[in-house]
């Protein structure tokens, strides 16, 4: 079993829907979380860092993190075709950070 | 505004044949790496630096060579190469925690 899962889709939504992409891990030490946005041909970018449980929001963008749970979400709202990217989620509990598989996302216009 | 750089930006490979990936940056990092990108494999770290003139070892690094001779650079050397390691490399940098800033990546096919 993987320390971290992410579905990795594709994901297709309409523009203007609201987004959900989530990943699940196993590892209670975690305590770092971040969401990256990676486009095609591209690195990733940071887009969403968050360390405690509870939600973080950036304009369109809301982080959750239920550690109890073990569980990471990325809302987008009001997505726009430019959201078309895949997403990938990352956490550490030092300075080295496990990847989850990233999801695919389309925002058909 | 530069960031991360890689060369080159793609290379195809003969079996056993050698090559080398230099990453360079220009945000007086500190920590650097060497990450290989594969479908739904996610990203897996290769070697890291902690600081110039120091390497390690991450979660796949068989078949891979690494030197940090100045802070801004951080090559990445295939000896003799094997279509497994046909792969997106990404190359990132931080001041030792998050946010990691990556390169665009070199492309390796090795036939």
């Known amino acids: 079993q993987k320390e971290v899962e992410q579905d990795p889709g594709p994901l297709s939504v309409p523009e203007g829907a609201i987004v959900s992409l989530n990943c699940t891990y196993s590892n209670s030490a975690f305590q770092y979380f971040m969401w990256y946005r990676q486009y095609s041909r591209k690195g990733p970018e940071l887009l969403m860092y968050t360390y405690s449980s509870g939600n973080k929001e950036d304009g369109r963008f809301t982080a959750q993190v239920d550690k109890s749970s073990k569980y990471i979400s990325l809302f987008i709202r009001d997505s726009q075709p430019s959201d078309s990217a895949t997403y990938l989620c990352?956490?550490?509990?030092?300075?080295?950070?496990?990847w989850g598989a990233g999801t695919k996302l389309i925002i058909k216009p | 505004n530069a960031g991360v750089t890689q060369t080159p930006k793609f290379r195809v490979l003969k079996t056993g044949q050698s090559m080398t990936l230099l990453c360079a940056q220009d945000m007086n990092h500190e920590y650097m790496y060497w990450y290989r990108q594969d479908p739904g494999m996610g990203l897996r770290l290769i070697h890291y630096?902690?600081?110039?003139?120091?390497?390690a070892k991450g979660e796949v690094p068989d078949g891979y060579n690494v030197s940090r001779l100045k802070k801004q650079n951080f090559l990445l050397g295939l000896e003799s190469a094997a279509p497994s390691q046909t792969s997106v490399y990404f190359c990132?940098?931080?001041?030792?925690?998050?946010?990691?800033?990556f390169g665009n990546g070199t492309r390796l096919t090795v036939t």
């Open positions: 630096s902690v600081g110039e003139g120091t390497t």
């Open positions: 990132a940098s931080s001041t030792g925690g998050s946010p990691l800033h």
């Open positions: 990352a956490m550490n509990s030092n300075y080295q950070l496990i």
